[in-house]
């Protein structure tokens, strides 16, 4: 709390479900629940990544994951990660940003530590998934605090991105991501797989074919060469089996329309992590942590590729796997920042200046 320059944060007023009847149609705060605002009228805050600037360009994010059932049964474990990881591995080696729970990282660590190794970009999606906006300044500053610590204990790195639960921000909580180091990503088309029933808790009441619909739309508008504006970030989540589903479903589809990529990647961020000299490592061996300490072990990934739900149907062509064209580097980095306190309190000076 101490390393933050309250003063410039908003002063926005904490809200509630019913704040948006109350709430100034100006939209003071470019608050998004209220019109969707991804361009922020605080001067110092970049606006949100929301789409890939290029034509042509698709930058996939998938939000709440690692994956991973409790209470675990055979049925539902098929889906967890290592699945969909397997997948996109398995399908041009395929990366994406992976928005952890910090909650989530902790109930299956191992699981994080194979999205990194496998080359993900990995952002924040908090601690427990709140609405944000509903929080009080000190609440905010808790759920990224402990998501960071929990990710930096468990992977070693320190997002510079983050993406709100329910695309719930404004200015206020903006302010307080950038000030603790991390920049807004949110997206421009959204599936709806959130609200697709699952058999993780609690679900939802789309139906997947109306999921699945919207998805098909876009794909034969791009057939068609009707999107030729911007490049998309799509809102995908690894939360249960049939998000699972759709994601693996539509994924070579997008792959033959467009160039699929990170969210990150697509606007030319290069350095996702604070831990400048942090190299992804070559395929099979382990991360090293900024300490020289492993980061995590690579887990063995079995291919659960057995879609047998009558969604995924001749969905799954045989991918390609191009492990040869995976990012390599020596997997080893220099001792750099171990305390996110001061890593914090760098960044804080480095935004201030
Ligand atoms: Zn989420």
């Given at each position: 709390m101490k390393t933050i320059d309250w003063s410039k944060v908003p002063n926005a007023t904490v809200t509630t479900d019913s704040s948006q009847s109350s709430y100034s149609q100006s939209d003071p705060y470019c608050w998004w629940s209220y019109n969707l605002c991804v361009t922020p009228k605080v001067d110092y805050i970049p606006p949100d990544i929301y789409i890939c600037p290029q034509p042509g360009t698709w930058g996939l994010t998938y939000d709440d994951g690692p994956l991973y059932y409790w209470p675990s049964t055979p049925e539902n474990e098929v889906w967890a990660e290592p699945n969909l990881y397997d997948f996109l591995l398995n399908h041009n080696n395929q990366k994406a940003n992976l928005m952890y729970i910090g909650s989530n990282i902790m109930g299956a660590p191992d699981a994080a530590q194979r999205g990194l190794n496998d080359g993900h970009v990995i952002c924040s999606h908090t601690w427990s998934h709140p609405s944000m906006t509903q929080l009080t300044n000190a609440e905010v500053v808790a759920e990224f605090y402990y998501s960071l610590r929990m990710t930096k204990e468990v992977l070693g790195i320190t997002p510079r991105c983050w993406r709100p639960p329910y695309g719930d921000v404004d200015d206020r909580v903006r302010a307080i991501a950038w000030q603790m180091g991390m920049r807004t990503v949110m997206w421009d088309l959204d599936t709806n797989d959130w609200n697709i029933p699952g058999d993780q808790s609690p679900g939802g009441t789309l139906p997947y074919s109306e999921a699945n619909a919207t998805v098909a739309g876009w794909m034969e508008n791009r057939e068609k060469g009707n999107d030729t504006t911007t490049g998309h970030v799509t809102l995908e989540h690894e939360l249960s089996n049939s998000t699972i589903a759709l994601a693996e479903f539509w994924l070579p589809t997008i792959q033959k329309l467009y160039q699929t990529m990170p969210a990150t990647s697509c606007n030319n961020i290069a350095q996702p992590y604070w831990e400048d000299a942090f190299v992804y490592p070559i395929q099979g061996t382990v991360a090293v942590g900024v300490?020289?300490?492993?980061?995590g072990l690579k887990i063995n990934g079995t291919?659960?590729?057995?879609?047998?739900?009558s969604t995924t149907t001749g969905a799954n062509p045989s991918g390609t796997d191009s492990s040869s064209t995976r990012q390599s580097g020596a997997g080893h980095v220099a001792a750099l920042e171990t305390s996110i306190f001061g890593l914090v309190a760098a960044v804080v000076a480095y935004i201030l200046i």
């Open positions: 300490d020289g300490a492993p980061t291919t659960n590729s057995t879609n047998s739900t």
